[in-house]
Nanobody, 113 residues
Framework: VQLVESGGGLVQPGGSLRLSCAASGFTFSIYNMRWYRQAPGKGRELVAHISSTGGTTNYADSVSGRFTIYRDNDKNTVYLQMNNLKPEDTAVYYC???????WGQGTQVTVSS
């Protein structure tokens, strides 16, 4: 099983980024997926959840209305579109498979002017 995140970087407040998580080694289309983040000195926080078909999504209150999780089961990839980014969104972002316990290596997002 492999989960590879990409798309992180440095962005100014109010900017946007799209994170990608490419999955391999398992039947991606039958598993729910999640994005977590971990800010410096803090524990991991659940950011967003998506069902296997993409029909159900859930968000942390802190990102609701700004972030969108979606997936492409043909490409075995889950995405996190992040808009109107704030400095408090600075963290390492991880994708994971909740029922399998698999984690990616993370991608750094830094929001700063």
């Amino acid at each position: 099983v492999q989960l590879v995140e990409s798309g992180g970087g440095l962005v100014q407040p109010g900017g946007s980024l799209r994170l990608s998580c490419a999955a391999s080694g398992f039947t991606f289309s039958i598993y729910n997926m999640r994005w977590y983040r971990q800010a410096p000195g803090k524990g991991r926080e659940l950011v967003a959840h998506i069902s296997s078909t993409g029909g159900t999504t859930n968000y942390a209150d802190s990102v609701s209305g700004r972030f969108t999780i979606y997936r492409d089961n043909d490409k075995n990839t889950v995405y996190l579109q992040m808009n109107n980014l704030k400095p408090e969104d600075t963290a390492v972002y991880y994708c994971m498979v909740p029922s399998r316990g698999n984690w990616g290596q993370g991608t750094q997002v830094t929001v700063s002017s």
